[in-house]
T-cell receptor, first 114, second 115 residues
Framework: QKEVEQNSGPLSVPEGAIASLNCTYS??????FFWYRQYSGKSPELIMF????GDKEDGRFTAQLNKASQYVSLLIRDSQPSDSATYLC??????????????FGAGTRLAVHP | ETGVTQTPRHLVMGMTNKKSLKCEQH?????MYWYKQSAKKPLELMFV???????ENNSVPSRFSPECPNSSHLFLHLHTLQPEDSALYLC??????????????FGPGTRLTVL
């Protein structure tokens, strides 16, 4: 079982719609969760992080965390063509794994079409 | 710009060459990282340095040799690489190393091609 799993996509959504990106993780003791966006040929850039169960909103982005289900998601409201990129989910596993050792998923490619 | 710079941005080398990748962070961070990103694969953590000390070596072959002379600079020395080592090498830094998690910021990467 992969430590961090994401659907590779592509996830295709029309402009203005809500894009929903999902991620599951295997280490139940994981405490910190991150979403990065990576445009083709570029490096990952941080979108947001979440530590507590529930929702965290930042502009058009909402991260949702459910530790009981070992599930974290990213919602993008009013999707724009400029949101087309690969979205990487990253997890810092439990303390035994190191508190600054990020484990990445393979990423979900999002395509927003006009 | 994240405040993390990497040079060179592109590198082509033969299998017998020796080269070095350089990373510098201007953020006052205390931790630095090397990652490898190959096509169709997740980012792979290679090395972690906290306060100049290596705290993680993720089973990386010895042909990759990291060096961290201070908290702002990180090098990756390369020698006798294989074609399968061709990838995007990313450097990252984060603010703190003690207690809790912190956020990593990435440099632009070095695109390495081994012939």
């Amino acid at each position: 079982q992969k430590e961090v799993e994401q659907n590779s996509g592509p996830l295709s959504v029309p402009e203005g719609a809500i894009a929903s990106l999902n991620c599951t993780y295997s280490d139940r003791g994981s405490q910190s969760f991150f979403w990065y966006r990576q445009y083709s040929g570029k490096s990952p850039e941080l979108i947001m992080f979440i530590y507590s169960n529930g929702d965290k909103e930042d502009g058009r982005f909402t991260a949702q965390l459910n530790k009981a289900s070992q599930y974290v998601s990213l919602l993008i409201r009013d999707s724009q063509p400029s949101d087309s990129a690969t979205y990487l989910c990253a997890v810092i596993p439990s303390l035994a794994g190191g508190y600054n050792k990020l484990i990445f998923g393979a990423g979900t490619r999002l395509a927003v079409h006009p | 710009e994240t405040g993390v710079t990497q040079t060179p941005r592109h590198l082509v080398m033969g299998m017998t060459n020796k080269k070095s990748l350089k990373c510098e962070q201007h953020l006052g961070h205390n931790a630095m990282y090397w990652y490898k990103q190959s096509a169709k694969k997740p980012l792979e953590l290679m090395f972690v340095y906290n306060f100049k000390e290596q705290t993680e070596n993720n089973s990386v072959p010895s042909r990759f040799s990291p060096e961290c002379p201070n908290s702002s600079h990180l090098f990756l020395h390369l020698h006798t690489l294989q074609p399968e080592d061709s990838a995007l090498y990313l450097c990252a830094s984060s603010p703190k190393t003690s207690g809790g998690a912190d956020t990593q910021y990435f440099g632009p990467g070095t695109r390495l091609t081994v012939l």
